[in-house]
């Protein structure tokens, strides 16, 4: 091995924590709130195309499918206090897989009661 192929190989720390964070990743909790979350998050804007803003709720249902809503920008806006904003509720189903979504209604971003 010449020095420089050492600089393309990962130094031990590097490997370490590379173990650390796939380990970290299996241990993560599946069926949690947070792991349907971080289902919806990664899955729903490549389905859509849309970026979501926020998730205004999760929950769970009878029979292991979570229910997460979702905040997404349907339009943006010059001033961004007038986005097009929407609702939509997504089903995730106990493999973290979006099984379907529903757009629930649209709103102004600068609306207060949206």
């Not at 600089?7 to 792991?35: I, L, M, V, Y």
Request: zero cysteines; aromatic letters at 6%; glycine letters at 8%.
């Amino acid at each position: 091995m010449t020095p420089d192929d050492s600089a393309d190989q990962p130094d031990q720390k590097e490997k370490d924590e590379q173990s650390n964070q796939q380990s970290r990743t299996k241990k993560s909790k599946t069926g949690t709130a947070a792991w349907a979350t971080a289902a919806v998050r990664s899955q729903f804007p490549e389905l859509t195309g849309r970026e979501l803003e926020n998730v205004t709720g999760v929950s769970k249902g009878d029979d292991s499918t979570w229910t997460v809503g979702v905040e997404v920008v349907e339009m943006r806006m010059v001033p961004d206090s007038t986005d097009v904003l929407a609702h939509y509720e997504v089903q995730v189903d106990e493999d973290g897989d979006i099984m379907g979504y529903r757009r629930k209604g649209r709103y102004l971003r600068g609306r207060a009661d949206g």
